[in-house]
């Protein structure tokens, strides 16, 4: 096979067009992280740019995309595959390295206010999917190493330490998750007095009352420095079976800036074009947005 020339040997030095790649998307990634502030030097390492590119994304390799293509060929910048790596979570998993390290700092901090977001946990880094089961998204924020799902179990009746609050809001359904302090004595959360707060009950969608005691704002603890999130539960979310998976009551994800797409969350932790299409994701797949 002859190497690519002209416009297809740009995209292929910049990172954008793989063996066989079709040129068109190739234009389309570039264009779009032409408008982010991500870069990476070819020499090695991540930046943080102001964007200067005006155009938009449509995969034509008009003026302003070649003016761009230029520039980034000037000052060495290169497809950003793998800036981040994956990292170790205590408890079990792995994250984007600058995710773990806030996780892992959190669950210290939680711990000394004498609650627990400890593992085991139910997901962390997923891997690319073929297929999913119901609740499973092909374009979770998990793939990107960017989502953790908490220990289930400690939402169990036996050895209680969640306790899930239902609340409505924006049309959509979130949880709030109170957690039973390790000390009752006062001195660790505030007090939930006697049947002042009901929780949500998995299995049978029945409404109970907190018992009384000392609680710690788990879901205000996760989100109070705005590096993490919840999410909403999804449409068609139930207390049990297959609706129980759609509840996310457990998902929390990092709150950083998101991409425009699936790829371009995903190949910022090394994973290739070749390696989602060889996994059965389609152009559509790619373009999908994250989450």
């Excluded at 595959?81 to 939680?110: C, E, H, P, Q």
């Excluded at 609680?215 to 989100?223: G, P, S, V």
């Amino acid at each position: 096979m002859a190497p690519p020339q002209g416009l297809a040997a740009d995209l292929t030095a910049l990172g954008y067009l793989p063996p066989g790649g079709n040129e068109k998307y190739a234009l389309r990634r570039f264009q779009r992280r032409a408008l982010s502030d991500t870069r990476q030097a070819r020499a090695g390492g991540s930046l943080c740019v102001v964007p200067t590119f005006r155009g938009r994304v449509t995969g034509v390799a008009d003026q302003a995309t070649l003016d761009e293509i230029a520039l980034w060929k000037k000052w060495g910048y290169v497809a950003p595959l793998g800036i981040y790596r994956l990292d170790s979570v205590r408890g079990g998993g792995m994250l984007r390295d600058d995710v773990a390290a806030a996780w892992n700092n959190l669950v210290t901090k939680i711990a000394s206010l004498g609650g627990t977001i400890a593992g085991p946990y139910g997901d962390t880094k997923r891997p690319l999917m073929k297929s999913r089961k119901v609740g499973a998204s092909k374009y979770s924020f998990h793939t990107a190493g960017r989502a953790i799902d908490l220990n289930q179990a400690l939402g169990n009746h036996k050895d209680q330490r969640y306790f899930v609050v239902q609340e409505p809001g924006n049309g959509a359904t979130y949880w709030r998750i109170h957690c039973k302090t390790d000390q009752q004595t006062g001195s660790q959360g505030k007090k939930i007095e006697k049947k002042t707060t009901q929780a949500y009950r998995f299995g049978d969608g029945v409404l109970y009352w907190i018992p009384e005691g000392y609680y710690l704002d788990l879901t205000a603890e996760i989100e109070r420095n705005g590096q993490f999130e919840r999410i909403p539960a999804q449409s068609g979310w139930g207390p049990s079976g297959s609706g129980y998976n759609k509840t996310e009551w457990w998902h929390f994800q990092w709150a950083g800036p998101k991409e425009f797409t699936f790829h371009d969350e995903v190949e910022l932790i090394g994973v290739t074009e070749k390696e989602l299409r060889d996994s059965g994701y389609t152009d559509a797949d790619l373009d999908h947005a994250p989450g």
